[in-house]
T-cell receptor
Framework: RKEVEQDPGPFNVPEGATVAFNCTYS??????FFWYRQDCRKEPKLLMS???SGNEDGRFTAQLNRASQYISLLIRDSKLSDSATYLC????????FGKGTSLLVTP | SAVISQKPSRDICQRGTSLTIQCQVD?????MFWYRQQPGQSLTLIAT?????????ESGFVIDKFPISRPNLTFSTLTVSNMSPEDSSIYLC????????????FGEGSRLTVL
């Protein structure tokens, strides 16, 4: 079983829509959690960290449920430029990446 | 933040040969890692590059196949030895930023195709 599981999508949404991605992790010892964004043929880049209290960065909201070992990312008012693959990450001593969820925002 | 340069950015190699990928960070970092991303797959950690000592390999990866060097806090190399087509992948060097953020910065990757 992979340490981090995500729905691969693709999620096709119109501009302005709200979309949510979910992720589960298997290692209860994981200490930190992140969402990374990877554009086509590019390296992954940090989108945001995920905290137990939940955190928001503009149109993006991340939530962590340690009891359920579940992480989520909510994107409001989707933009065309949000089209990318979103990688869920759980960290123990190294970062373990999910396969990513592909998002396509259409006009 | 850390800026990571990798080279080569891409290469096409013959089966049975070896290729060394270089990774240079613009600042001293404690932790450096090598990941592999196969087509359509997520990033898989190959090993942690330890400065001045042998790398720590993840399950399924061995030193004979993926020797790693880390002579100082800003530089590391990964060699893919005796390559086969199954080694065709993107190899990514990464480094952990300073402080408690845990943010991992990545190089642009080395796209390897083995014929």
């Amino acid at each position: 079983r992979k340490e981090v599981e995500q729905d691969p999508g693709p999620f096709n949404v119109p501009e302005g829509a709200t979309v949510a991605f979910n992720c589960t992790y298997s290692n209860s010892a994981s200490q930190s959690f992140f969402w990374y964004r990877q554009d086509c043929r590019k390296e992954p880049k940090l989108l945001m960290s995920v905290y137990s209290s939940g955190n928001e960065d503009g149109r993006f909201t991340a939530q962590l449920n340690r009891a359920s070992q579940y992480i989520s990312l909510l994107i409001r008012d989707s933009k065309l430029s949000d089209s990318a693959t979103y990688l869920c990450v759980a960290q123990n001593y190294a970062l373990n990446f999910g396969k990513g969820t592909s998002l396509l925002v259409t006009p | 933040s850390a800026v990571i340069s990798q080279k080569p950015s891409r290469d096409i190699c013959q089966r049975g040969t070896s290729l060394t990928i270089q990774c240079q960070v613009d600042s001293q970092v404690t932790m450096m890692f090598w990941y592999r991303q196969q087509p359509g797959q997520s990033l898989t950690l190959i090993a942690t590059a330890n400065q001045g000592s042998e790398a720590t390999y993840e399950s399924g990866f061995v030193i004979d196949k993926f020797p790693i060097s880390r002579p100082n806090l800003t530089f590391s190399t990964l060699t893919v030895s005796n390559m086969s087509p199954e080694d065709s992948s993107i190899y990514l060097c990464s480094a952990r930023g300073g402080g408690d953020s845990g943010e991992l910065f990545f190089g642009e990757g080395s796209r390897l195709t083995v014929l």
